[in-house]
């Protein structure tokens, strides 16, 4: 026991050593707005370590259920095992076919309902938990990607990680949804399909409408998604029936698939099937954690589309996801869903084919809707030289941020100069560009006369405004300096000595040169009004007026003709009237 403790840390002391992890031993009393940590839990929280509180091999002797309790830690807050909690692991793998079914079957609903699937999928197939959990998937992953870093572009984890996108640990799911998609890749495996059946087959579980799903269908089909094996090679046209035939034999075999999870005898054979080197299915009897209720009542998702499929119309309110309904297994929520997911994974593993041998790329179709899909889809079909050239612009468009401290004119003067023979916005060039973008990309040869055209219009126009802002600026300061008079001027500028004004505002605008040529006329206007002031000699028509003007203002402020005396004697800088 630490030293120190009064009654109630010892109680609290003593019931973090009854905890799991290291991180689930912390307490937090809201009243004092404090956290007790008795077994270091913080310092494994700043390192993302997952440690058990005891030594590992006891923790796990004791209750081999928190292993998958750590793997779940693990894959939802993207943390790492300690040295000897890993070794652990690896060491007591057998004891979980020990775990009751109903026990099992929590725990890994809490691994794949919550916003974590995919992870999760990847840290039991890293610590070989998968085998004899999920024995075909893991047969699967290690047929079609024996190196674990290139399994992310699997339609399996596809699969899960759209279906991550939609779940959070306070927006779940139950069980239903991640049990249907098992099974129905587990069809996919056995019996490949068309892409038009797979996007009609999703469809029409996300619309609720067979002719809306049909439609919807044709127009997806047209993208090109490649996922081996689940998606066969075999294109063609195909009628609305023989469309809805295939859609109806797909849930059928997906229902099978479904029997097949609570079977050990028919999964064993599928296993073997389709893997020669199956993993080992010892006990596997007792690793069937999911029951035959759960496998009846998801296959109630697919039996709609088993029946008279032509007249099926399920009419929602709106696409978005009832989370309460969805949590506690509705079957029509969890139908939308599920088609959702299914063709968000479609989406995902869209090939755009580039032109010229430029190789091809997977894009991923976030989706919201049907409409909205295809209107991504399209987007994402621009030639990639057009995509070049907003990237560049992109590019000049940061170097010309970088000139912050340069004055609104003299930025405008550094724009202009850097545009030169640049390519124009891409907005003007997406205007006059986008109509031939759409279906026939335009090259960039093409483009060549009308950028240049607007180039030299961008840059005309660019210039002008730069010159009216010089003039006007101008205007404002030699406005400001012939208001102020001579009373107003420090005497050595009254004697004609003007020299300093070019240095001052080369002070306060450096970047302004173009403004010393005014200055320098405005010190020839002002040198002979101030040289006859100082020196007696005669004077002119703007001195009358500046002298006349002094004359109305001491009128109008007969009262306090000693302050402006004063102020004639402290007069501040001339600068300090420019700032």
């Avoid at 079977?263 to 690793?287: C, F, M, Q, T």
């Amino acid at each position: 026991m630490p030293s120190g403790c009064n009654k109630r840390d010892f109680v609290l002391w003593k019931n973090s050593l009854c905890r799991d992890f290291t991180i689930n031993s912390l307490f937090y009393d809201p009243f004092v707005n404090r956290i007790y940590d008795y077994a270091n839990g913080m310092d494994d929280l700043f390192l993302c370590k997952v440690r058990t509180v005891i030594p590992a091999s006891i923790s796990f002797e004791e209750d081999c259920a928190r292993i998958l309790r750590g793997l779940r830690i693990a894959a939802r807050l993207g943390l790492f095992f300690s040295k000897e909690t890993g070794t652990a692991i690896q060491n007591h793998l057998s004891s979980v076919k020990n775990l009751n079914k109903s026990r099992l079957m929590m725990e890994m609903n809490y691994m794949f309902s919550y916003g974590a699937a995919e992870p999760s999928l990847c840290l039991l197939r890293r610590f070989n938990l998968l085998d004899f959990l999920l024995p075909f998937h893991a047969a699967y992953l290690v047929q079609e990607s024996p190196d674990q870093s290139a399994q992310s572009s699997l339609m399996l984890m596809k699969l899960f990680s759209c279906m991550d996108k939609l779940l959070a640990c306070d927006r779940p799911s139950g069980c239903f949804l991640w049990v249907a998609l098992l099974s129905f890749h587990l069809a996919l495996v056995n019996n490949p399909q068309k892409a038009l059946v797979i996007w009609a087959f999703s469809s029409v579980l996300y619309h609720g409408n067979w002719r809306k799903a049909v439609n919807f269908a044709r127009e997806s089909a047209q993208m090109h998604v490649q996922f081996v094996p689940e998606i066969s090679d075999v294109c063609g046209t195909m009628t609305d029936e023989e469309l809805a035939e295939d859609v109806t034999n797909l849930a059928s075999q997906v229902v099978s698939s479904i029997g097949a999870l609570t079977d050990p005898e028919k999964l064993g054979y599928v296993v073997r099937i389709y893997s020669s080197a199956s993993p080992d299915l010892g006990g596997a009897s007792n690793l069937v954690f999911i029951s035959k209720a759960v496998a009846q009542n998801v296959g109630e998702l697919f039996r709609v589309l088993k029946q008279n499929i032509e007249t099926y119309a399920n009419k929602r309110e709106g696409f978005d996801i009832d989370y309460g309904l969805l949590a506690m297994d509705n079957i029509e929520e969890t139908r939308f869903v599920l088609g959702k997911v299914i063709m968000d994974a479609m989406s995902s593993g869209v090939i755009i084919q580039e032109q010229k041998g430029v190789p091809t790329e997977r894009h991923h179709v976030p989706f919201a809707s049907s409409e909205k899909q295809l209107r991504d889809v399209k987007k994402r079909t621009i030639s990639p030289k057009i995509r070049n050239l907003e990237q560049q612009h992109d590019e000049s468009e940061k170097e010309f941020n970088g000139f912050k401290g340069v004055s609104k004119l003299g930025r405008s003067k550094v724009v202009a100069e850097k545009r030169k023979g640049e390519l124009s916005e891409p907005a003007n060039l997406k205007r006059r560009t986008e109509t031939e973008c759409r279906g026939n990309p335009v090259e960039l040869a093409d483009l060549g006369e009308v950028v240049m055209d607007a180039r030299k219009n961008e840059v005309v126009q660019e210039q002008q405004e730069v010159a009216n802002e010089k003039i006007k600026v101008s205007k404002q300061v030699l406005k400001r300096v012939l208001k102020l008079g001579k009373s107003k001027m420090p005497k050595k500028i009254k004697g004609g000595e003007l020299a300093e004004l070019p240095n001052l505002f080369r002070e306060i605008e450096p970047e302004n040169k173009g403004y010393l040529a005014e200055l320098t006329n405005i010190e020839g206007q002002l040198a002979p009004e101030n040289e006859g002031e100082c020196h007696g000699s005669g004077s002119n028509p703007e001195q009358e007026k500046v002298v006349e003007r002094k004359s109305n203002c001491d009128q109008s402020n007969s009262n306090s003709k000693e302050e402006v005396a004063g102020k004639k004697k402290t007069c501040k800088p001339l600068s300090n009237l420019f700032l």
